[in-house]
């Protein structure tokens, strides 16, 4: 059974990839949330993973509502694994989630990070050519041998931390409390009023305003997954001014 949360597709990738390869279920966390319940049965011997992206050195809101959320019948020899995708280091992240875990009963064997293309466009571009077709071809091999590892019930601790992990996540926080106000979003001309915003947050924390048909922001924060603005099909959604012009992930792959 395969949990996974992404915004804008590489950590669904990575789930669908290790799917494809040990035939595993795979569930989409948001999915799961809005269905209510999320109580499950292991069978013996069976994978347990959790996907997720980091986001400022930690675990997203969604993913940990839903570890706190989740009842879990274990059974006898099951295999257990959390896996970031992220664009630098998961500083304290997989510490995070399998301490979570942990404090609900459920022991983790592994942790894996595939580092790849960092969707926070506010502070990095997305590339684009020769160096778009080169970090696709390293994170398919990446996800092939997570796979290959996941496959084979590796006990193996493979997560990038970077240095001071546990201090860099704490002060990542600090950051990530300021940046992720709503108010910061922007809407230009270009809105065609699709409402795709809208239906597809996590967090259903954009409406669109019944006159203009252009997205509003109905919560002070958000996670800030800008899949928003990275998915809006005619790029009409900033965030300030500085993700002006950059190109955006679009759907992924
Ligand atoms: C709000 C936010 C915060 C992020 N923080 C980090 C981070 O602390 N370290 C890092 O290496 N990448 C960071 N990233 C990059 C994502 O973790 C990475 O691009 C991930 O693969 C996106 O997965 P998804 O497409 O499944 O949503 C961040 C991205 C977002 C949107």
Redesign the pocket.
């Known amino acids: 059974m395969l949990f996974?949360?992404?915004?804008?597709?590489?950590?669904?990738?990575?789930a669908l990839t290790i799917a494809e390869r040990t035939g595993d279920c795979v569930c989409s966390i948001e999915n799961e949330l809005e269905k209510g319940e999320c109580s499950y049965s292991l069978k013996d011997s069976e994978r347990l993973g959790f996907l997720?992206?980091?986001?400022?050195?930690?675990v997203?809101d969604i993913v940990k509502r839903f570890v706190e959320k989740i009842q879990l019948q274990t059974a006898d020899n099951y295999y257990c694994f959390v896996a970031?995708?992220?664009?630098?280091?998961?500083?304290n992240?997989a510490n995070q989630l399998t301490g979570m875990l942990m404090r609900h009963g459920i022991t983790t064997n592994a942790a894996f990070g595939?580092?790849?293309?960092?969707?926070?466009?506010p502070m990095?571009t997305i590339p684009s050519g020769e160096s778009r077709t080169s970090v696709e071809a390293q994170m398919s091999t990446q996800n092939a041998l997570i796979a290959e590892q996941v496959a084979d019930r590796t006990q193996i601790n493979d997560v990038?931390t970077g240095p001071f992990p546990r201090l860099t996540?704490a002060t990542?926080a600090l950051l990530?409390a300021w940046?992720?106000r709503t108010n910061n979003f922007r809407v230009s001309d270009a809105c065609t009023g699709c409402g795709l915003c809208a239906k597809n947050c996590p967090e259903h924390a954009i409406s669109l305003d019944p006159d203009t048909h252009r997205p509003q922001w109905n919560a002070p924060k958000c996670?800030?997954?800008?899949?928003c603005l990275?998915h809006c099909p005619a790029a009409a959604i900033d965030y300030s001014d500085i993700t002006k012009d950059k190109i955006r992930?679009r759907s992924?792959p």
């Open positions: 996974y949360y992404s915004a804008t597709g590489i950590t669904r990738k990575l997720s992206p980091v986001y400022f050195g930690a997203p970031f995708t992220y664009g630098a280091s998961a500083f992240a595939a580092c790849g293309i960092d969707t926070f466009l990095y990038k996540s990542a990530y940046m992720r996670m800030l997954c800008l899949r990275h992930l992924y």
